[in-house]
């Protein structure tokens, strides 16, 4: 598990909910950039690479007392594919990356561990969360994939990857993973569900 890295993609400018999804705190008061963080790292993975953009300068702060690689993407507005090549990039020397998105609010070191646990069993070149009738983040994916990660179009996430080679993705249950925080109304439903002491 030493040599398994994470990247945590917090470069978004969030327009549709409104303001930064990365520095949304929920339950605890812990923001979801810092819930990220702290889960790879208890999950085991010894490198965490933060990619900033929009918010770079409060995103970096609010994991500032977690250490991690922070990462500005300076070209953020034009896509996530361009994050996820800052990222790879900065974890090259790495055997595997777990990416990682900061709109998933049950996101945690238990679904990690569980990515990282298949990897180390059979080694797979990818391996994705299952939620609602798809694959997607959080996703593992094997050295053998850093080139394609590195050369993603701007506007392009590594679901492409997923998808085009779905027939050898191992795959891990998170019902949980579909939710997640686009707009306002989404904050407010979980809020009101995590409130209500009800699970996702």
């Not at 250490?67 to 361009?82: E, K, L, Y």
């Not at 090259?92 to 900061?102: E, F, G, P």
């Not at 797979?124 to 694959?135: D, F, G, L």
């Not at 027939?167 to 019902?175: A, S």
Request: glycine share 8%; proline share 4%.
């Amino acid at each position: 598990m030493g040599d398994i890295g994470a990247i945590v993609l917090a470069a978004g400018g969030s327009r549709r909910l409104g303001q930064p999804k990365q520095l949304l705190t929920l339950g605890d008061g812990e923001t979801l950039v810092h819930s990220a963080v702290r889960s790879a790292r208890e999950a085991g993975c010894a490198k965490v690479c933060v990619v900033t953009g929009a918010a770079d300068d409060e995103v970096a702060a609010a994991v500032s007392d977690l250490h991690p690689t922070i990462a500005h993407n300076p070209d953020w507005s034009r896509g996530i594919g361009s994050s996820i090549r800052v990222g790879v990039s900065r974890l090259s020397d790495v055997s595997a990356i777990v990416l990682l998105a900061c709109d998933q609010p049950a996101l945690d070191a238990q679904i990690i561990r569980a990515l990282i646990s298949r990897y180390e069993e059979t080694k797979p070149a990818i391996i994705a969360s299952h939620y609602a009738n798809t694959v997607g983040t959080p996703a593992l994916f094997s050295r053998s994939y850093f080139s394609a990660l590195r050369s993603l179009p701007d506007k392009t996430g590594a679901k492409i990857l997923i998808e085009t080679t779905l027939e050898r993705v191992e795959r891990v249950d998170f019902p949980d993973g579909a939710f997640d925080l686009d707009w306002p109304s989404d904050l407010w439903a979980w809020r009101e569900l995590v409130d209500g002491g009800q699970t996702v």
